[in-house]
C-alpha cells in the first residue's frame, strides 16, 4: 500500500512534469521534420539550414533532428566492425494491427493511438520485435533503416553489461575500490567508491546533469569528451582521463541511485583497464562481431582517442534491436552464449528500488537501476537501456516483445517522452499477449 | 631528341632532389612502426605515444604512420556505403616470385628488390592486381585488410572522373566558365576559368601547394578544410565555400600545369552543384554502390558538412585496386558500365606533356595531368592516381596489372618516393609480361 501511494505520488507529478512542458513551445514532429526543413541540403546549404557542432546548433532543436542521425560527420569517430560473420536474419511478420493500439498517457489525458505516439515522441525510428520477428519497422525524420543514430546513454547498457561480464569472470571485483583499478582516481570522489556501487550509480558525486542549466558539470563533462563545442580562451580538460579524477565527492556512497553520467564513463574505463584493450575494441570482440549485426557500428572518441562509453555509441535500428532480442533470450544467441545466462539474469534482478526512489525518476515508480541498466521490477519484468531525446531498447520478456527506438524530442529527459512511451510499450505488450490468447481459444 | 634531352634533365632534377632527401633525418619503416611504438594504446595511452588533431601531432612523422590509418578517429566523416550489392570477389592467384623482383632506383643507384622498395617508401599496404587477380598483397604499419586509410589525393581522381561523366552526359560544359555553374566563384581566380582548365589543372591561381612552407595557401586550404587546427583566435574562413572564393588570379589560365588542390575542391563542388547533391551522395550512388566493395568507404567533411573532394576519402586498400581494376576494364565491371568507355578512353588518352613540362614534377618527364588523373604517356599506357605520403593507383594496360598502395612517408611529396617506387612497379610490370610470354613459348 506505501509503495502504491509512492506510486500514484510519482505519477501526479510525473503529470504536473508532463504538463509543464505541454507547452507549445516547440514545433511538432512534423513541423521540425529535418528533411522537410531541407537540412543540410546545398552546395553550401543555406546559412539557417546548417547543422553544426562548432556553433552549437547540432544540440538545438530542431536541428539536432538532424543531428542525431548524423554523428559522424560532425564529430570524430572510431569504427566497431560487424566482423565477417552470417548475418543475424530477422525474420519479418509485419501486423496492420499495431498502429490502432490505444492507451491512457500517464497521468491521464484523452486516449491516444500507437501511431499517434511515435509522432508524439518525435521518433525517428522504431521496431518491434515478437519472438524475434519483426512485427513492426517505422522511420522517420533523417533516420532510415541504411542509417546510424546515437544511441547516447543506451551505450551505459553496453558497458554495464560487459563490465558485469568482466566481473563474473573473477577479472573485475565488485566488491573493490574503483581506485583499486584506477588509482588515477583515487583522489576523485571514485577514489573510494566500490565497482558496484558504481555500475549502479549509487555513488555521491558532485555532477549536476540537469541539461537545462548551462552550469551543470554534465557541460564540464560534455566539453572534455568533446560532445559540446569549446569557449574561446578553454584551458580545461580534454578527455576522459583528464576530467573525471577532477569530480568530488558529495555525500555518501551508497546511500541511494542517483543518475549521474560521469559514472559510465569511469566504467568503460574499467573496462578498457581490466582487459588492456580499447572499450571499441571489447564492444566490437565481445558484442558487435557475435551479433550478426547488419551494419558496422561507430562511438564518438575524445582527444585522446578514448570511446565516450556514457553515450557516444551510434548503430543502426534494427541492429539495436537484434541487441535488445539477445538480452531477452539470456545472452544466447545464434547457437552461443554471447552474454553469460547468469550476467543476464542479474542484470534482470535489477538493483535496489528503495535506494532508487529519490533519485528524481517520478515516471518510473519502483524502478531499479542496476549495471547500467533500468529494471521495472513490474509484472512483466520490463527492463530498459534509455537515452536522452528518446533512444531507449525496451524488453518485456512476459510479451516476448523487444522495442528498439531512436528519437530525436526537444526535451533530453525522458521523464518528458515516458509518458507517452511507457503505456503505449505495455499496451502493445497486453494487445499481443491477448491476440495470442484469442489465437489459442480459436485453436 | 628534345623530348629525351628534357626527359634525361628531369632524371637528374629527380636525382638531385632524391640525394638531396635521401640523408637520414627520418627513422626507417621498422623504427617507426606505429605498433610496435604503441601508439593511442593504454587507457589513457602515454602521452608521447598520442596523436591528436589538435596539437598536430597527426602530421608529424612519425606520428602520422597511425594517423593515416585511423582518419576518422580524428575528424569528422559521412559515410559512402558500399550498398546491399554483391561482393566483386577478386579471386586469389598470389606469387611468391614477386619479392625478388629488381630494379634500379630512378637516378641510379644500387638495385633494389620489390620487397626492399615496401619499406623504402614506408608502404602501409600494397595489392597487385594481374588480370584481376590478386597475386600480391600486404599490409605493414597500421593498416590492416578489414581497415580504411585515407587516399589523399587520390579522392581527385574519383571526382575528376565523375566530372568527366557529367561533362560526357552533356551535364557539364568543359568549355564554359566555372562561374556559370558557379556564381559565388565570379570574383575569385577561378571566374574566368573554364570547366576543363579546372579538371587539368591549368588555371593560374595564387596558391602555394609546398607543404613544407607554412605559410603556403595549401595551409589556410587545410585549416578551411578542417584538414589543420586552428591558432588560437583564428578568424579565417571555415569551409572551403568559404575559402575557395578568396582564392586569387596569378597570371593566365590554360598556360601550363600546375598542381593545385583547389582546382580539385572546386571540381567536387562543380558535381555538387551541377547533379544537386552532396559529394559523397554523388560518390556512392555513380562508383561505390556498383563496386561490390567489401567495406563503406568515408570522407571527411567540413563545418558545413562538405566532403573535401580534393583529398578526404578513405577506402579499403582492395576497394581501391577494385577501383583501379575498373578503370583498366576501361568502365566495364560486373557486366555494367559502370563508367562510359568513352571517359576512361579520355583520360587515357590524358592532356599535354608540353603543359605539364614546367609544373616541376621532375620524377615524371613526358607525363600528363587530364581529369585530375596522371597519365605518363609511355609505351604501356601507364596512367595513375596519386596522394601524398605514397597513395597509389597504378595502371599499367600492357601489362594488365593495377597496383594499389596506401603509405606513411616522412615527405608529403610522391617526387621523394617516385625513384623507388615507379621503376619498382615498371619492373614488376615487365617481369609479369616476361614470365606470361615464358609460358606461351613453353606451352
Redesign the interface.
Known amino acids: 500500500m506505501k509503495k502504491l501511494t509512492a506510486g500514484l505520488l510519482a505519477l501526479l507529478l510525473a503529470a504536473a512534469a508532463n504538463a509543464q512542458q505541454a507547452a507549445p513551445e516547440f514545433p511538432d514532429a512534423r513541423a521540425s521534420d529535418p528533411v522537410t526543413l531541407g537540412y543540410?541540403v546545398g552546395?553550401?546549404?543555406p546559412a539557417d539550414r546548417?547543422?553544426?557542432?562548432?556553433d552549437g546548433s547540432y544540440l538545438r532543436f530542431p536541428q539536432l533532428r538532424w543531428a542525431l542521425s548524423?554523428w559522424?560527420?560532425?564529430?570524430?569517430?572510431?569504427?566497431i566492425?560487424r566482423g565477417s560473420g552470417k548475418l543475424s536474419v530477422l525474420p519479418r511478420a509485419e501486423r496492420t494491427d499495431i498502429d490502432a493500439v490505444s492507451f491512457t498517457p500517464m497521468g491521464g489525458g484523452p486516449r491516444m493511438t500507437w501511431a499517434e505516439s511515435l509522432a508524439a515522441n518525435y521518433t525517428d525510428g522504431i521496431v518491434v520485435l515478437h519472438r524475434g520477428r519483426i512485427i513492426y519497422e517505422k522511420y522517420f525524420g533523417a533516420l532510415t533503416a541504411?542509417g546510424?543514430h546515437i544511441a547516447h546513454s543506451v551505450t551505459k547498457s553496453f558497458f554495464g553489461t560487459l563490465a558485469a561480464m568482466l566481473v563474473h569472470e573473477g577479472k573485475l571485483d565488485e566488491t573493490a575500490l574503483v581506485s583499486k583499478y584506477i588509482p588515477e582516481l583515487t583522489n576523485s570522489a571514485f577514489g573510494d567508491a566500490t565497482v558496484r556501487q558504481l555500475l549502479d550509480m549509487t555513488t555521491a558525486i558532485k555532477f549536476s546533469e540537469k541539461y537545462t542549466d548551462p552550469d551543470a558539470e554534465i557541460w564540464d563533462f560534455a566539453r572534455s569528451a568533446g560532445m559540446a563545442p569549446l569557449p574561446?580562451?578553454y584551458q580545461g580538460p580534454?578527455?576522459m582521463?583528464d576530467y573525471l579524477p577532477t569530480i568530488k565527492k558529495n555525500g555518501e556512497h551508497g546511500a541511494g541511485f542517483t543518475y549521474r553520467s560521469a559514472n559510465a564513463e569511469v566504467t568503460a574505463?574499467l573496462v578498457?583497464?581490466v582487459t588492456g584493450k580499447?572499450a571499441q575494441q571489447v564492444l566490437q570482440e565481445r558484442i558487435w562481431e557475435k551479433l550478426g549485426a547488419e551494419q558496422?557500428a561507430?562511438i564518438q572518441?575524445d582527444?585522446?582517442?578514448?570511446a565516450i562509453g556514457a553515450g557516444g555509441l551510434n548503430t543502426g535500428l534494427r541492429d539495436l534491436a537484434r541487441f535488445g532480442e539477445l538480452m531477452r533470450l539470456n545472452g544466447a544467441w545464434n547457437g552461443q552464449q554471447v552474454i553469460p545466462a547468469a550476467v543476464v539474469a542479474d542484470i534482470r534482478r535489477g538493483g535496489s528500488p528503495e535506494k532508487f526512489r529519490n533519485g528524481g525518476y517520478t515516471t518510473l515508480p519502483g524502478w531499479s537501476y542496476h549495471n547500467q541498466w533500468w529494471i521495472s521490477h513490474d509484472d512483466h519484468g520490463v527492463f530498459e537501456a534509455r537515452g536522452v531525446y528518446g533512444q531507449a531498447i525496451y524488453i518485456d520478456p512476459k510479451a516476448e516483445m523487444v522495442i528498439a527506438r531512436f528519437g530525436s524530442a526537444p526535451w533530453a529527459s525522458n521523464i518528458y517522452l515516458d509518458p507517452k512511451s511507457l503505456p503505449a510499450f505495455r499496451a502493445l505488450a497486453e494487445h499481443l499477449l491477448a491476440t495470442d490468447a484469442g489465437k489459442s481459444k480459436r485453436r
Chains 1, 2 share one sequence.
Open positions: 543540410m552546395s553550401p546549404p546548417r547543422v553544426a557542432f562548432e548524423h559522424r560527420e560532425l564529430r570524430p569517430t572510431a569504427p566492425y541504411q546510424q574561446p580562451g580534454r578527455s582521463y574505463w578498457c583497464r580499447s558496422d561507430y572518441v582527444s585522446h582517442g578514448s
